[in-house]
């Protein structure tokens, strides 16, 4: 299992806990989990079933990866994520900073996912 750090405050928000430590052993206060880092309360509303075993687990890489996609394709509201304005408005529904939105653009176009040669975003 791969869990973040207690949301305690400090250098992450405060998030009480939202699952009675269901998902991350933590009764107290919430933790990211699994491989793709779901919040317990966003886990509940976005959680998928990707390899087809009857079970949603946010530990279970398949699982959270289509419930990743579900999550960005839910954020983008409509707008196509091969798109600059889809992608951002994916990335903002993950992390309300634009700072972090263009990291996510810059990084999509070093793969190729939005064309055009990789750009640097200072700190």
């Not at 529904?93 to 990291?103: D, G, I, K, L, T």
């Amino acid at each position: 299992r791969i869990l973040g750090p207690p949301l305690t405050g400090g250098p992450f928000a405060v998030v009480t806990d939202t699952d009675d430590g269901a998902l991350d052993g933590d009764t107290q206060y919430d933790r990211a989990v699994g491989p793709m880092q779901f919040i317990p309360s966003t886990w509940r509303t976005s959680g998928a079933d990707g390899n087809g075993d009857g079970v949603a687990d946010p530990h279970n890489y398949f699982d959270a990866a289509v419930a990743a996609a579900r999550y960005l394709c839910r954020g983008a509201r409509g707008v196509p994520l091969d798109t600059e304005a889809g992608m951002r408005a994916a990335a903002l529904s993950y992390n309300r900073s634009q700072h972090y939105a263009n990291v996510v653009i810059a990084n999509a176009r070093g793969y190729g996912g939005l064309g055009g040669a990789p750009v640097t975003v200072p700190g």
